[in-house]
């Protein structure tokens, strides 16, 4: 895995289909009936993944380096 990649995490139990990761990050989430889901579990480093995570209500997503694990978004 390479250092300029992320890989993406929705908490599907935590999810409240809000809506907000797709509206900021379309190319990156998808809405589901029971929840959103990322389109891939691993993308290239791109700030609105950052802008969705930091945007959700309920913080159901989480964004981590690829390389090492390392938490990127939320941060509190």
């Keep these: 895995m390479s ?3 992320w890989r ?4 599907r ?7 907000m990761c797709v509206g900021i990050a379309p190319d990156h989430f998808e809405l ?3 929840g959103s889901h990322a389109l891939a579990d ?4 791109d700030e609105v993944v950052i802008d969705a995570a930091e945007s959700c209500p309920v913080e159901a997503i989480k964004v981590f380096s690829a390389a090492d694990d390392q ?3 939320p941060i509190d």
């Design 13 to 19: 139990p935590v999810c409240i289909s809000s809506g």
């Design 3 to 5: 250092d300029t990649q």
């Design 32 to 34: 589901e009936g029971d």
């Design 71 to 73: 938490l990127i978004a």
């Design 8 to 11: 993406i995490e929705v908490e």
């Design 42 to 45: 691993v993308v290239d480093q």
